[in-house]
């Protein structure tokens, strides 16, 4: 079982314990959520990555535990949606224990957390984890003086292994009550604090702890406010009996000189014990500088730009060479498949119209979609998420996150782009992580120019018919080498479309984030491997299929019926056939981006259809044939790289503008996510036309 809901949306049987997994970002929390499961919940390894809360069952000893995966989050005092969404939960929501994972290797940051949900009165357990890589690094915790000096129970673990599973399960079963440390602040906010308490007591607000709840009310905490101002067991008058008690508390710390500093106050406090109590748990020898020798490679500007891009070409090398003979195998699969069927329609009795159109139009669509993206995605993906995995790409927007801020957005929107390169929608959706709406919707808007994998196989036919001559090793490296200079075209354009869009539509002030550089990390392949199998390639590949059937029915339609004896797909081909000529193509390449919008895969068959007169697509697995149907038809270099430049930078495709519709609720926004992109592809295209013929 695995649902996605909203903050205290969800309603759970009585003999259920709801149980809220918590935790800074990349200390394991998804790990540990998954081991706890058995789901398979992609495990990324940056900030930001889980925004939705996840929820899984598992059954102990007769406790059935319902595990609650909120966003990671350093402070229960929210600076971003996805710290809002962790915050609320904790403080507000339905759980009646919180499971705080930490990080063995930095304990003392990921105390402050702990303390905080310590203090709110919430039934905790805490879970040490990365106990191995706390030992290779020469870290030793004492967690049983933890236990103590935290009053709450401490579990080992290593999740990642699965050690200290059975151990936090059996931790949570238990009834034991526990005295947990309490945070004395200073004399000043402790008398505040007396000015409310005894109010909350006799209203009788038992469910959160008063203490904590006095706190966030002295600081105009807006959770806090919301719960008091909102919540409808409270009268006009108790909320306003309360609201004096407020008003006293602050009144008093204002006489003090202390209302103003309140909140650095609490948090310098909390501060100070989380060290305190971090120097005496843990032992760390002085390390090496092995580390940063690495983060050099990885950090520093001219040696990071280099290694991404042998990285980038590396991934887009095997990815090529990798795909070939499963799109063929596949390929002959459909192929074969489609045979069959048709001799089944026929021997039915299938009229001719309605098995063109559903087999030869909408199966073979489906076909070529599934037989040239599965192959590139499956090993794509992959890749890539071994590069999240190890900790590469946090580095990565490290690197990037200056570019980013020159043009006056923010720097997680480089971590859209990675998550774009994969699947657009992939990246559209992965903007929530950036808090600011502003700065959210130009991480949206210019998503599409990051090159997904549906425009991979025709970028990558077109460079090595036009742009590349030799065989074998060579050609492909080349190709690679390519295809990495066009990502990072892409990389460029999106900031200048970010730039302007700053400065135009979307002005505002800029805003700042702290982006945690994880601990390298081994990466889990066979995992890595299941999990981006199934939670993105598949998800992706469903979504392209969704589209592709249907897309084929309706193509095969405009390629087989005629209008006063004239066929519509040639009608559509002419109607664009002037301004394709402007942008060093035609018509029938045109018409095709158009055509092809329900999927980026069928863009170059339907070209190919267009030329070859054909009244269906034809599945042409050889390259050589592909780039002799082109070159009849008029093409040259300088066409293959207006056809890569659009292919670059155009409308998104129907599932993108789909989910830039759900992220932004908005038609305007939705309408800008297909008419920036496209005119300024017009643009470029037109230019190099123009230069071309200089």
């Not at 919940?41 to 595990?67: C, I, P, S, Y």
């Not at 600076?79 to 705080?100: D, L, M, P, Q, T």
């Not at 020798?293 to 990285?311: D, G």
Request: aromatic share 8%; charged share 15%; proline share 3%.
């Amino acid at each position: 079982m695995h649902r996605k809901f909203r903050c205290g949306l969800i309603k759970m049987s009585k003999n259920e314990i709801t149980v809220a997994l918590a935790g800074n970002p990349n200390v394991g929390k998804s790990t540990v959520f998954n081991a706890l499961t058995g789901l398979k919940q992609h495990t990324g390894n940056w900030t930001g990555k889980t925004v939705d809360l996840a929820q899984g069952k598992r059954e102990h000893k007769g406790v059935v535990f319902n595990f609650v995966d909120i966003p990671g989050t350093y402070s229960l005092k929210p600076h971003s949606k996805e710290e809002a969404v962790a915050g609320e939960y904790i403080c507000f929501g339905n759980s009646r224990k919180v499971a705080v994972v930490c990080d063995a290797t930095s304990l003392e940051r990921n105390l402050y957390l702990a303390l905080q949900i310590i203090e709110t009165g919430a039934d905790t357990v805490i879970c040490v984890n990365l106990l191995d890589e706390a030992r290779k690094k020469g870290i030793v915790v004492d967690t049983n003086l933890l236990e103590k000096e935290l009053g709450v129970k401490i579990v080992e673990m290593t999740a990642r292994d699965g050690v200290g599973v059975t151990e936090l399960l059996d931790s949570l079963s238990e009834k034991e009550k526990r005295n947990p440390v309490k945070i004395i602040y200073n004399p000043n906010i402790e008398s505040a604090i007396e000015y409310i308490i005894p109010v909350l007591k006799k209203n009788k607000i038992e469910k959160i702890n008063q203490r904590w709840l006095a706190l966030r009310l002295l600081e105009n905490d807006a959770s806090a406010n919301n719960f008091l101002y909102n919540n409808a067991a409270f009268s006009q008058g108790q909320k306003n009996e309360i609201l004096k008690a407020i008003a006293s508390g602050q009144n008093f710390l204002k006489e003090k000189g202390e209302l103003k500093e309140l909140s650095e106050n609490i948090a310098s406090t909390l501060y100070e014990k989380a060290s305190a109590i971090n120097d005496a748990t843990t032992m760390k020898r002085v390390e090496s500088n092995k580390i940063t020798k690495s983060e050099k490679i990885f950090t520093k500007r001219f040696s990071a730009y280099l290694v991404m891009l042998l990285m980038l070409s590396a991934i887009f090398y095997i990815t090529i060479a990798g795909a070939n003979y499963p799109s063929q195998w596949l390929s002959a699969f459909f192929n074969n498949c489609e045979i069959r069927l048709l001799q089944f329609a026929g021997y039915i009795n299938m009229p001719e119209v309605l098995s063109g159109m559903l087999i030869s139009g909408g199966f073979r669509v489906l076909g070529w979609v599934v037989s040239v993206m599965l192959p590139p995605m499956a090993i794509f993906f992959p890749c890539f998420t071994l590069l999240e995995d190890w900790g590469v790409l946090p580095r990565v927007s490290y690197v990037l996150d200056n570019s980013f801020r020159k043009a006056q957005t923010c720097g997680k929107q480089a971590l859209t782009i990675a998550m774009g390169c994969g699947c657009n929608c992939v990246g559209i959706s992965g903007a929530r992580i950036i808090d600011s709406k502003r700065e959210r919707l130009i991480a949206v808007l210019t998503n599409t120019l990051t090159v997904c994998n549906g425009r991979f196989p025709a970028i990558i036919t077109l460079i090595s018919v036009f742009l590349v001559s030799g065989c074998g090793f060579v050609k492909g490296l080349y190709s690679a080498i390519i295809l990495a200079l066009i990502i990072i075209l892409s990389l460029a354009l999106t900031l200048l479309l970010s730039n302007l869009l700053s400065r135009t539509l979307l002005k505002g002030e800029q805003s700042h984030y702290i982006l945690e550089l994880p601990p390298y990390r081994k990466p889990q392949i066979s995992k890595v491997i299941i999990n981006s199998v199934l939670n993105r390639t598949l998800i992706v590949l469903f979504r392209a299929v969704a589209v592709a059937f249907p897309a084929g029915v309706v193509i095969w339609l405009l390629a087989n019926m005629n209008i006063y004896g004239v066929n519509i797909l040639s009608l559509v081909n002419n109607l664009f056939e002037p301004l394709g000529n402007v942008m060093g193509m035609d018509g029938k390449a045109l018409s095709a981006f158009f055509l092809g919008i329900p999927a980026n895969e069928i863009v170059l068959p339907i070209a190919l259809m267009s030329y070859m007169g054909a009244g269906e697509m034809s599945n042409i697995e050889n390259i050589s044939v592909i780039g002799e149907i082109l070159v009849n038809n008029g093409w040259t270099n300088v066409t293959a790289i207006c056809y890569i430049i659009f292919s670059v930078v155009h409308f998104p495709c129907a599932t993108a503008l789909f989910t830039i519709f759900k992220e932004t609720k908005s038609i305007k926004w939705t309408a800008l996510a297909f008419v920036i992109p496209t005119v300024l592809g017009v643009v470029l295209c037109s230019l190099v036309n123009l230069i071309s013929k200089i």
